[in-house]
């Protein structure tokens, strides 16, 4: 078996002790139903849909930039897993403690086909197998859900002091895995320049090159606390319809960290509903009760529905000096009125 450097990895007998260094690496060993003994504990390890508190099980073994060598060495694995940056300049001394797995590439199907790998490499094929098919039948049924749903488009985007700086921002493209999906859904022409090197998946944009498509929606993963909120002192960025119409919603760092199936369906649950809401409303509503009017949601169902975490919406809320209501509606578009949250018209 090959992985994405082309280096071929053989093992004896299948892998059980396995060191992981990267968070695409957790996101196969948690579909497999597996858990590395030693590990980064990155924010995706930590998430309760990942690993949780298990993951203080594991043993550390260093930075995702510089692993510990000499610790990795310790727990004897069978099998390591990294990525091909920064990984490959490691190679020949990881290779010198266990079989090394880099992985790369990014898109749906580089995530199945290296979740097969490990499963293959682990004897775990039946749960992979098990992993992909409720991937695609997510997909199918936001496939019927959302037929009849004019395409609204959409942008996910990065923001930091140094892109703001520069006006260059990373964008999810069509390559990505992310956006190799959502373009199934949305309107996604956010493409990756052929000869483009760099991270798979990401091409780096200005803001006036985004302002020439003007999507309705925009997606913010923020890197540092001034991310999204510094974006707001820029006149290109007010001009934008989304922010005109408050159709801009900040999103976790996993949608760049993680590259595999088990995040693309989070991630999947999260934004959906959120571009398209009344879609899910009127599916929901009609699974419930049969009503030609959508009944109003309480804050705490709204977030339950739309698959956000109700804590993490009041720390932020908090950390901005808003109102739980007020953030609620600014990152939902749902209305507000007599205490429970409509669809907007």
Known sequence: MADSTTAVIHLKHPAQRIVCLSASGLDVLVELGLAPVGGL???VATQPEFYGE???QW???GAWLLPNFRRICQLQPDLILGWQFPHRFY??????????????GSGYEEAVLRLLDIAGLTQQTAAAEAAIAQLDG???????????APRKTVLMMGASRLSRWSDRYPVETQTGTLGSVLQQFTHFPWLKPVAHQGEPGLAYLSLPQIAQVDPDIIFVQSYGAAGLRGLNHSHSWRALQAVQTQQVF????FWHWGNGTRLLRLMLQKLLPLIYPQAFMTANSSQSAPSSTPAGLRQRELCDRLGLDYRHVAQTAQQLGLSTHAYVQ????????DERYYPPA
């Open 91 to 104: 190679r020949h001394w990881l290779a010198d403690i266990a079989p090394t797995y880099l992985m790369g």
């Open 330 to 337: 600014q990152q939902t578009g749902w209305e507000l009125r």
């Open 250 to 253: 900040e999103v976790p760092q």
């Open 59 to 61: 043993a550390p073994v």
């Open 138 to 148: 997510q997909l199918a049924s936001y496939h019927q859900r959302l037929q009849a």
């Open 41 to 43: 504990r990155s924010e």
């Open 54 to 56: 298990r993951s203080q």
